[in-house]
């Protein structure tokens, strides 16, 4: 599967990108929402896994929008530390939402079951 991750804590990124690694996915990582939209075609992922807050203009939300753009069918989870992001707003554009701090296990069972 290709996975195209964004967050921008350093440690999250590189634990998640591992992760996936290690169980054989082909990982693309960004850490600014620009470099996401920049990621998006030219890795064309089967799963987004987007933080919601992050550094620069653009925000993870504009990211799953734009992904869900080039690729309707994209499965997407919305990953979140902040209380001010709403669940509602994250399942209308079509993702699951997981909150931090994250489990790998919960992560993996939440991929299981898009």
Same mark, same amino acid.
């Given at each position: ?12 990124? &590189? ?5 996936? &690694?290690?169980?054989?996915? &082909? ?34 939300? &504009? ?6 753009? =080039? ?26 939402? =997981? ?10 069972? =939440?991929?299981?079951?898009?």
């Amino acid at each position: 599967m290709r996975i195209l991750v964004v967050e921008d804590e350093p440690k999250v990124l &590189q634990l998640l990108t591992a992760h996936f &690694q290690s169980q054989g996915h &082909q990982v693309a990582s960004s850490d600014t929402g620009e470099g996401a939209l920049e990621a998006l075609p030219r890795h064309q992922p089967d799963l987004l896994l987007v933080d919601v807050l992050l550094k620069g203009k653009v925000d993870g939300l &504009q990211v799953l929008q734009k992904a869900k753009e =080039l690729n309707p069918h994209v499965k997407a989870v919305v990953i979140t530390g902040s209380d001010e992001v709403s669940r509602d707003d994250i399942t209308r554009l079509g993702a699951a939402f =997981l909150k931090k701090p994250i489990r790998l296990e919960e992560l993996d069972q =939440l991929i299981a079951r898009l």
